[in-house]
């Protein structure tokens, strides 16, 4: 296996009595699209400001490419930061911006020219050269400032919530071309980011972080589908949660007593703490005016009370008779499916045992 291009050993980070990041260890593999998910203030934004130089670390190792970084300065990194601002010279053109750092280090005029070439290419950006930055969109500035970054030929690059800015449909479109332009450039892109669709749909792997330790490292299918606690399960997409306590086991499964639920016997392979929660994501509800055929099914009624529409699917929440708020989405996959149900209607929930989670408080 590659050795991996960086390796966080042990970091931990204070201000203060403030503790930002506690003791975080993990490897990120060469050309990897590795994201640092979590809520503000999780430590995130920090962990990528001591990858890059910026801040140093209270304790621990950041290793890249096997080097040791203590007191290496950010210009001497082999790291190269998109910041959330983009930082865009506003006085250069586009060619000018992206060529700014290889003459600060005063690289050959030839040399300069075919990396600039090289890199506005890989951004699209070839015929837009001689534009300045208030003649291009939010998307095209974005990728000066990629253009820019990957010019200097990194071995990591870091991005800080360059997405931000962006309008929603914009925003879509320039995931997938950051998508595709890390598998063109072989580069490691580390991307700092409080959006779960947007690590979803970019990282092959994602750590999330919370009060400044790392919970859960996971690729984007296994952190979804298999949480490690609550937290993950409840920052990671939609869920629907069951305080629980498990009472014993029952031809290999776990029983667990719920108050909405009653007993329910559940697969699990992990350690289960006395006190659980049980997880289902609301799309794995099925929901019908009329009793299911429910044989092995987790069943229960409600009452449609809220209802939010988005065009392919639809959102809305059910108030069933043990007062549990369940959200259920329905996928519009056809004209009149959005006119099935309504607010107000009386309806039956059930769901496969096998799509709950056990997970640990």
Partial sequence: MNEPVISIRNVTKTFGAVT??????????????????????????TLLRMIAGFTNPSAGQILIDGQDMVGVPPNRRPVNMVFQSYAVFPHMSVEKNVAYGLKVVGTPAAETARRVDNALGRVGLADLRTRMPDQLSGGQRQRVALARALVKQPKVLLLDEPLSALDAKLREQMQLELSRLQ???????????????????????????????????????????????RFVADFIGKV???????????AGKLIVETAALGKVLLNH????????????????????KT?????????MRGR???????GDSSHMFVQTEKATRLGVVIQNDTRDAVDALNIGDDVHLSWSPDDMLVLNN
């Fill in 20 to 45: 930002a990041v506690n003791d975080v260890s993990f490897d990120i593999r060469p050309n990897e699209f590795f994201a640092l998910l979590g809520p503000s203030g999780c430590g995130k934004t």
């Fill in 291 to 299: 009793m299911p055929d429910a044989q092995g099914q987790i069943t």
């Fill in 240 to 250: 629907n949660l069951f305080d629980g306590a498990v009472s014993g086991t029952q």
């Fill in 269 to 288: 392979d992990g350690v289960a703490e006395q006190q659980v929660c049980l997880a289902i994501r609301p799309e794995k509800i099925r929901i019908s």
């Fill in 304 to 310: 449609i009370t809220d209802w939010a529409y988005y």
């Fill in 183 to 229: 598998q063109d450039v072989g580069v490691t892109f580390i991307i700092v980011t409080h959006d779960q669709d947007e690590a979803l749909s970019m990282a092959d792997r994602i750590a999330v972080m919370q009060e400044g330790n790392v919970d859960q490292i996971a690729e984007p299918g296994a952190l979804y589908e298999k949480p490690a606690n």
